[in-house]
């Protein structure tokens, strides 16, 4: 093991040579960051986003969540690492998920950067709409909508 640290810490000690990182020492340890200075950042961040596909992650994880009947994902989420994005919801969800196992998934694939969703079970959701929830209305009409999974069908009553 300690042979792969040494290995890793060159290489970070050549990005911070480059000027692609700089580092900060705090109680003995040395921390390395992102210059944001760099000249090439810009190229870095492209490339890394052409890589970065957080819709094909999501999509996987929804696929093992028999309890939801309804999942829509704003396609503003592609971006939230660089930009929050101005959708009342990242993602809306009708049915049972388990909430804390969710959020950890979040966390993993958007590097604890917040995203904004709600989750309400199908009766609240059939409540809602026959007194017609303007929030409702709003989120599931929002434009930029993916919607990932659909068993109630809904998208087809919006058109």
Same mark, same amino acid.
């Given at each position: 093991?300690?042979?792969?640290?040494?290995?890793?810490?060159?290489?970070?000690?050549?990005?911070?040579?480059?000027?692609?990182?700089?580092?900060?020492?705090?109680?003995? /340890? /040395?921390?390395?960051?992102?210059? @944001?200075?760099?000249?090439?950042?810009?190229?870095?961040?492209?490339?890394?986003?052409?890589?970065?596909?957080?819709?094909?992650?999501?999509?996987?994880?929804f696929? @093992?969540?028999?309890?939801?009947?309804?999942?829509?994902?704003?396609?503003?989420? /592609?971006?939230?690492?660089?930009?929050?994005?101005? %959708?009342?919801?990242?993602?809306?969800?009708?049915?049972?998920?388990?909430?804390? %196992?969710?959020?950890?998934?979040?966390?993993?694939?958007?590097?604890?950067?917040?995203?904004?969703? %709600?989750?309400?079970?199908?009766?609240?959701?059939?409540?809602?709409?026959?007194?017609?929830?303007?929030?409702?209305?709003?989120?599931?009409?929002? /434009?930029?909508?993916i919607?990932?999974?659909?068993?109630?069908?809904?998208?087809?009553?919006?058109?």
């Amino acid at each position: 093991m300690e042979e792969q640290i040494n290995s890793v810490k060159r290489e970070l000690d050549n990005l911070e040579s480059l000027g692609v990182l700089k580092s900060k020492t705090e109680l003995r /340890k /040395k921390i390395f960051f992102i210059n @944001t200075r760099f000249y090439l950042l810009d190229e870095f961040r492209d490339i890394f986003l052409k890589s970065y596909d957080p819709l094909g992650e999501i999509r996987k994880f929804f696929k @093992t969540q028999s309890l939801l009947e309804v999942v829509i994902v704003n396609e503003s989420l /592609k971006h939230k690492l660089i930009d929050e994005g101005k %959708a009342i919801l990242d993602i809306f969800m009708i049915g049972e998920i388990d909430r804390e %196992a969710f959020s950890n998934f979040l966390q993993s694939i958007f590097f604890d950067k917040k995203i904004k969703f %709600a989750i309400i079970s199908t009766e609240d959701f059939f409540n809602r709409l026959s007194y017609g929830d303007k929030l409702i209305h709003n989120i599931l009409r929002e /434009k930029g909508n993916i919607f990932i999974k659909d068993t109630l069908k809904v998208k087809e009553k919006l058109d």
